[in-house]
């Protein structure tokens, strides 16, 4: 008798995984979406442009590792999506254009770019970029020396992982041979792009989709730097902009504006 009862026990444990798989996939039909054919030379980071969809949310919905490449071919369900849409294709820099980019990559601009209004106190909390390292400010962005430091230098330990600030697209990752070392440019929306500088290794490769979070490289002292920092720029339609306006604000922050409000 208690053998039977035992057997009934097991087989129960055994089959109901097959049951809860199909309550999933049942759960898992119900989101709308579409599914969208991969075409050669369209990247995560163009399909989630053009259907509004985060990366990171491509690739759960599609059960992808890495967001690097897709194969022409491919099937990928765009949930939320009421129509199949077009989607632009990835073309890598001309040498032209590469010559350009690495000339423009310089630790200080000539000019400041925009009049710079006193920033603090920031308080940002719903901010669009995530900070691509932890550390002290130690060289903020404006006028220095004479000249106009194009971004924010981010004090941190040789090899510390730098991340993607935003999901985008890797349009540069190479030694410039300038003053900013080896550095990563990642191309976002809204022709918003972001620079990180003087990494001692880089991770990322051109054309590569990164999703936000994503590691891209180590922090270093390549190119002109006294010790190793993160050089982070954020530029848009080639204007460099205050990084801080973009990113959220520190705990140091977040106590100051505390104390202040008592
Ligand atoms: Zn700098």
């Known amino acids: 008798m208690w053998a039977l009862v035992s057997l009934v026990i097991i087989l ?9 798989v199909q309550k999933q996939s049942k759960s898992a039909q119900k989101v709308k979406g579409v599914t969208h054919v ?3 030379g369209q990247t995560l980071f163009e399909i989630s442009q053009a259907y509004h969809v985060r990366v990171s949310v491509l690739m759960q919905a599609n059960h992808i590792k890495s967001s690097t490449r897709l194969k022409p071919g491919q099937r990928l369900f765009i949930p939320g999506a009421k129509s199949v849409k077009k ?3 990835y073309r890598p ?7 350009v980019l690495e000339r423009s990559l310089s630790d200080e601009v000539v000019a400041p770019p925009l009049p710079t209004e006193p920033l603090r106190p920031r308080i940002k909390t719903d901010a669009e970029l995530v900070w691509p390292i932890v550390g002290p400010i130690n060289s903020p962005f404006g006028p220095r020396w004479g000249k106009f430091h194009a971004g924010i230098d981010i004090g941190s330990p040789h ?3 730098v991340v993607a600030a935003l999901d985008g697209e890797v349009l540069y990752a190479d030694d410039t041979k300038g003053p900013l070392g080896k550095a ?5 929306g809204r022709e918003l792009r972001t620079v990180y500088a003087h990494l001692s290794i880089v991770i990322a490769q051109e054309g590569d989709t990164v999703r936000q979070g994503q590691a891209i490289g180590g922090v270093g002292d390549t190119g002109r730097a006294t010790g190793p920092h993160l050089h982070f720029e954020v530029r848009q339609n080639g204007v460099a902009l205050n990084p801080l306006e973009y990113l959220p604000s520190t705990i140091d ?3 100051q504006d505390l104390s202040r409000k008592q």
């Open 253 to 255: 922050e977040l106590v």
């Open 93 to 99: 820099l001309t040498t032209q254009e590469r010559s």
């Open 38 to 40: 991969v075409a050669a």
């Open 184 to 188: 990563v440019v990642i191309q976002h």
């Open 159 to 161: 090899y510390q992982e």
């Open 12 to 20: 129960c444990y055994l089959v109901s995984p097959v049951f809860a």
């Open 87 to 89: 989607v632009k294709v």
